[in-house]
């Protein structure tokens, strides 16, 4: 096609609504409020990343040789921070859902659009917050703020980052509330919750998650910061506080805080798998429905954190067999994806390809959550690499696998533009092939016993700490890709059409990029989702 | 280049075997199940892939409900089944046998002290003899450590101001790791030790040669009378004229307290421990809360071994006398010690 005639975009739409600072900073609009989440959530994933790696170098040799020990914690510490609470759990509901909620039902916003941008300025607060608090000398807590080490011994900023984390916490809670009030109340006419993409239930879960849980990890950080400041009792034994208690406070958000990290990924690749595969998904009520187990479920199992904190051998075993509860909505969904391939007609596109390798990283994921969660194994491997392999296997094999997978397939109406698709590929391979060789030899590490979090280590562990750091600098540059043509796509890249995928869904029925409020006419549904039948100007059929 | 570069950890404990098995299932079940969904994929993606004459997948409106029971009874099936076979191990990781000998462990940023009933001390190294369990109640005297020994499989968190216990019995003599695994702070990766698994007649003979000690019960019973424990603790020795002021610690561990309020408490280290830091916490039935608090005023190996002198108290002991000596009456506790 002619680069030139294909480069004009549909006019009016949302980005050439105003191009001033001021109307980005001050914008109501569920469409470019997700721009500026996008554009944050990738500055801390570059940093969070950054962290990582220079963990995984100092990891290369078994002597702490190339930072002090002092520095490596400070670096898994606030790679976790950020990654968990400035990357993980904003990036697809903030940037995809965000973007994709109204325009998948059919509504002009969300039902707060002003809340929508209060949670970003909050989420940029907390999130300067704690960059301030890196710059000050950082924190070595890990992302965990165990006490009594992070309110009695921790000579770090301890207080000035959970503050952050704890403002940003708001945000989330409000990007919830938005999502809620939105999906109950400005679906388009004819739409019913059965007609709905199985992204919006996802993300219908994933906020009675950040809503119910949020403010007990708020309340928990500040006492964390209370009990620190003020020297009151509350987790230290020597003030008469129980330290343990903080586990369970801690867990009963961050365990659900796992399917906030999850959930709406696997709302993303259930969109991916109908696309790309031209087919309804197989299963849908079930697919919907796990999601919601999940999140119920997900509020009950804490305590499996917690096998060898010196709670009851009972207690241990109930939160055992709860566990095993959430893997069955879990493998539900894998199988019904697997079986929404069969018969289908399959593209290989890169967002299947993200969407494949998600299925393949969170099944291997899952089953070890599933081992980690028998008691008489998470004996052994609790915090050893085993259980870093696994909840990595979950949060950047299967969390950022789909917004990864999400963002290639929804560029195109969010810009109105097409990237390269042989470097798309390429980079997809790439973060496949990186991923496993970081993360896979972190498996066989922890089953042989080498610790989390450790600066130095046996040397007979340096093999595979050496596979991992060569895997993590192939995902790295794997990473590095899709920012560079992504970005190279917002000049050069082809119009996109308003269906590139052949595509079905609401959002696919407006101009790419859309405008302002999205529909010039407000949609009227009339069948189920996944609908494939009036699919029309698809780009890429073989 | 690399002479030691193992896949698979050392069996070394009783139970390693047992957990070993538990993971090779769960490794069978997840390899079957990644090798199912990741050949299906596969075979999909080739066979099903977007022709010209096949742009729309199948509309064929099949019956779904017999399948989704299907697959999600079969893995909840095999969930269950393993959680009851991971619950069988965990019993045996937690429950120590009944003639298991008890060490005792202090954690402190960053090191590892382990005391042996005999009195031994070692730092960040353990001698323990092959084929005999050894129980180490732990406690830590800053942050949440942990302590964890690979080849036995075993592993628990040591708390400050609680004990927590870990047992073991080493079946292969050796020297393993031991790992602090709870973050601790800056030294946390240099929290480490060597557990030296001996043949018990060369444990004999390591205690043997110049290890010195005074045997736990018997400083724990200086410790009784340093800390006039007994001028309220009387037990045998309470007269009339001079009536004891507290219950008697004769044969106490191991039993059910009863409380004053009701209910009951079963007299563990744990419970000595809270009893002599925390006197008001469990007041014992028919008795005054006019216990004072030891808080603040012995170290926790102090602690430890007072505990270890009060189990070691059969029912009709008389207490250690002033000086220290363990009591004449009935069977003397320090000729247990070894």
Known sequence: MSTSAATALPEPNYLSAGWTLRSWLLTKDHKRIAILYMVSVTLFFVLGGVFAFLARLELLTPAGDM?????????????????????????VPAVLGNFLVPLMIGAKDLAFPRINLLSWYLFMIGG???????????VDTGWTFYTPYSTVYSNSHVVLTVIGVFINGFSSILTGLNFIVTIHRMRAPGLTWFRLPLFIWAHYATSLIMILGTPVVAITLLLVAVERLLHLGIFDPALGGDPVLFQH?????????VYIMILPSMGVVSELIAAFARKKVFGYHFVAFASIAIAILGFLVWGHHLFVSGQSTYAGLVFSVLSMLVAIPSAVKVFNWTATLHQGSISRETPMLYALGFIGLFTIGGLTGVMLATTGIDVHVHDTYFVVAHFHYIMVGGAIMGYLGGLHYWWPKITGRLYPRFWSKISALLVFIGFNLTFFPQFILGYLGMPRRYWSYPEEFQVLNVLSTAGATILGVG????LVYLLYSLRRGAAAGDNPWGAAGLEWETT??????????????TGGPYDFTNVKEALFDE | MWPNFPLFPDAASSVAREVDALYLGWLAISLFFSLLIGALIVVFFMKYRRRAWRRFGSTADIKTLPVEVTWSVIPLVIALSMFAWGAKVFFDQMRPPADA??????AKQWMWKFQHPEGVREINALHVPVGQPIQITLTSEDVIHSLFIPAFRVKTDVLPGRYTTLWFEATKPGEYHLFCTEYCGTEHSRMIGTVYALAPEDYETWLATGRT?????VSGGELFGRFACDTCHRMERATPELPARGPSLAGLFGTEVELVGGGTVTADETYLRRSILEPQAHV???????????????????LNALVDYVKSLPAGTQTADEDGAPGAAGESPASNAG
Do not use: C
């Open chain 1, 67 to 91: 930072v002090t020990a002092d520095v490596y914690n400070r670096l898994f510490t606030m790679h976790g921070v950020i990654m968990v609470f400035f990357f993980l759990i904003p990036s």
């Open chain 1, 128 to 138: 300067t917050i704690t960059v301030a608090a890196i710059l000050l000398g950082g």
């Open chain 1, 249 to 257: 406070l801690f867990w009963f958000y961050s365990h659900p805080a």
């Open chain 1, 479 to 482: 990473y590095v890709f899709p």
């Open chain 1, 512 to 525: 790419s990029p859309p405008p302002t409020f999205n529909f010039e006419h407000e949609p009227v549904v």
């Open chain 2, 101 to 106: 000998v008890g060490f005792y462990g202090v």
């Open chain 2, 213 to 217: 000690g005074v045997p736990l019960r």
């Open chain 2, 284 to 302: 014992v039935a028919g008795w005054q809360p006019i216990m004072p608090t030891f808080k603040g005023q012995m170290s926790e190996e102090q």
